[in-house]
């Protein structure tokens, strides 16, 4: 083949790597392993965009490499096949959302190929495949079968609970629990029927049923994440979000709070997202401070890790939806009150959390009285204090607490200053920092450190309070009110008062298979839609769970999986698991920080736990590439009433007129030069029946501006169509050519000619303009030799360094070297293709069998290695400089004495000229910089 043809080549070594399974792997090898891994993609209808292979091209190139340096490499792909899009396309059409998921997953497994992914697609699996989310069911089984023991620092099977239970009760277990489980003696459990004995061990198991604060949504009939809900309503169809107190499935996260964190010190990730998961799980020493209430038995119970500040305490804020507020609240208030709970509902937590501006509240009428002092405080609702974070209440103390402050300003609250005044400023600012007391006998003139302990020590001794290590992180909830979800391997049977209990599907039971249903909707009394499918019900008659498990149940555990996907028997067996063990690299987006990332560290460390893995952590290794923004384009449309003859005016021209920016397709439009006769065909809306345009130069220009790339701005870039034009090596080398793999960088079609030159320039290394082949088996020259190992060298660190883009500039460099010395030895463009391949694995495929190799076999050969006397000068060209100025050159061993480089330059030709005859009064030599003659 003479002539570069992309599309042949391409598709006929994609067809190559398929039939010969090229990239398959096998769970054993004398090679030691290596497993790379995309975060798997939710397939969505619009199907992939050319920002969503940024990282799968940068997991590619690191999987191929790691192969020629002769790892065993794991690299597999997937769907995130479960989710509310499908769903809502569903109630939308009545179309299962089987068929649709399917369908898009057929599109992107299509667009994938397109793209040349090495991947094993023998191991592709789907969370939404019964034969997958079985063990997902099983995975909350063993959950729900088990507990967290403090003391063992693990999770146990239930019965060692019981065991303890039967022998001496619980007074002595450590282990987290719900707050009102009761204290009893062995002798008490015993006594126990067996249906009381097991209502107790469900305040222990780690997943469990309880009342949660949740976001509902009405019209989407479901509870929604806080990453769906943005400014009060559902980013899916906008449709409003309150907060409501729902009976829900929960996982018991929070007693991995401690070890979450500190494995986060284990692995290689960065600091940032490190900072996010810390801050997220928020832990905070401190102490748990009951303050009574004025006329009423009931406590207020705060954590603070600042007990020192309790004498500048002026009032209280309980988060609306706490338990006392109905009780403690006056009738005279009682108005107030229940408008702004109203309000509050129509808020996400995620928007009360990052509203620092807004001070907004309601007085109960009651008071809460200090412990320290019997000072009557009162006490507010605030939507600024979550139910679900600490106890749900804040002991508020303005001087210390800028949202406090602020509350305080606006509702007229006094505010008292309970610091040194030299050393208010700081100390606020650092709490670390050691400030003295002056508000307290009992502390004055101690530093925060000291009177914390005493006061702990104190509110200990008193019964009113304890020292408490709290975290800000909260159970998950785990049951969503939809149709399109993994089934919750849960059936009630009523208890003895007639209450319904749950209970575990035996093993063999599973999969609990989603039923057929008529509409995707709740039912007419509430119920999720599994209330509409007919007869679903245990074997025992009882009703099945209806709600079904939420997005991030599959997402979960899914890297195991792939270890050994087809296995009917167990989730992934033993040998599988103990030879690829965990994650090596593993590449996907910064948006799953605090979801995703959190709750697949929580499950696997509970996995380890339990037996079934050997590692703590999944991720050693982690990058969050950076999104490719979208380069929109404009046109201006004239202002004015006729909007069947609208004027649109050329951007540099608009400046005269008074204009309106709308998106135009970027797909019609190349170099900012609008294809007008397409404009109009497409966008009949907005040109009307009798458009003018006023051009420049003949033309119309377009605005530009780099926006996120999304179909509402029209500038979504399909890799279909690039790969159509330019070929799948040319848009894989763009991608990362754009820069650094971290880092946002806008798309710009226009740029991808230079990529494609390149390509050629490649070509035209083997082949000729006349299109004859121009490799010889000839020994390589010197500088050849300096130019591919140089290259070999700066690709090696670059890749492991996951620099991509400065390797391609790299190849693009050492290109146009060979090229300029005419290279065709074979030894040298040879190891050229071989290190080209990851990048670029077709035309390095095409060139590999054309040099005369293994067919389809470049994936297996062998990285080049550079050698040290090719990459390092054994001459250096000096300049030589006559009175301070350049006037010639010359080029020397790099170890000519200095003695003899003066010599030879006094007596070169060129030199003596620009001397005039004059004698030499000076000569300076600095090795492998310069020369400089004196006269």
Known sequence: MSDYSHREIEQKWQQYWESNGTFSVENQSSLPKYYVLDMFPYPSGAGLHVGHPLGYIASDIYSRYKRLKGFNVLHPMGFDSFGLPAEQYAIQTGQHPAITTEQNITRYIEQLKNLGFSYDWKREVRTSEPDYYKWTQWIFIELFKSWYNNDSAKAEPIESLISIFEKSGNKDVNAPCDEDTPIFTAEEWNAWTAEDQYKLTLKYRLTYVADATVNWCAGLGSVLSNDEVKDGVSERGGFPVVQKLMRQWMMRITAYSQRLIDGLDTVDWTESLKEQQRNWIGRSVGALVKFGIDGHQNVIEVFTTRVDTIYGVTFMVLAPEHELVDIITTPEQRGDIDAYIASTRKKSERDRMSDVKTVSGAFTGAYAVNPFNDEKIPVYIADYVLAGYGTGAVMAVPSGDQRDWNFAQHFNLPIIPILDSQKETETQADSTKEGHYINSGMINGLTFHEANKVLINWLEEKGIGKGKINYRLRDAVFSRQRYWGEPVPVFYKNDSTGQPLPYLLEENELPLNLPEVDKY?????????????????????????????????????????????KNKEEFASKE???????????????????????????????????????EEEPFKKLINQGMIQGRSNFVYRVKGDDYSSPVFVSAGLRSQYEVSALHVDVN????????????????????????????????????????????SKFNVVNPDDIV????????????????????AKPWNTNGIDGTYRFIRKLWRLFFNDAGQWMVKDVPAKPEELKILHKTIKKIEEDIENFSFNTAVSAFMVCVNELGAVKCQSKAILQELVVLLSPYAPHISEELWDLLGNEKGMVSKATF????????????????????????????????????????????????????????????????????????
């Open 864 to 935: 080049p290695k550079w050698e040290l006397q090719h990459v390092t000068d054994s001459v250096f060209e000096y300049p030589i400089q006559i009175n301070g100025k350049v006037r010639a050159s010359l080029t020397f061993a790099l170890d000519t004495p200095a003695s003899e480089i003066e010599k030879e330059v006094l007596a070169n030709e060129t030199v003596q000229r620009w001397m005039e005859g004059n004698p030499a009064k000076k000569v300076i030599v600095v090795p492998k910089r310069i020369v400089n003659v004196v006269i």
């Open 576 to 614: 599988a698991i103990d030879y690829w063990r965990d994650v090596d690299l593993y590449i996907g987006g910064t948006e799953h920080a605090t979801g995703h990332l959190l709750y697949s560290r929580f499950w696997n460390k509970f996995l380890k736990d339990r037996g079934f893995v050997p």
């Open 724 to 743: 159509e034009r330019y070929g799948a090596d040319t848009l894989r080398l763009y991608e990362m050519f754009l820069g650094p793999l971290e880092q």
């Open 521 to 565: 909707l709740p039912t007419e009394n509430g119920e999720p839609p599994l209330g509409r499918a007919q007869d679903w019900a245990h074997g025992s008659g009882n009703g099945y769970e209806l709600s079904t498990m939420p997005g991030w149940a599959g997402s979960s555990w899914y890297w195991y999986r792939y270890m050994d996907p």
């Open 668 to 711: 019609i439009v190349e170099n900012d030069v609008l294809d007008v006769e397409k404009f109009k065909a497409t966008r009949r809306d907005i040109v009307g029946e009798n458009p003018t345009f006023i051009l420049e130069d003949g033309k119309y220009m377009c605005g530009v501006e780099v926006e996120k790339m999304s179909k």
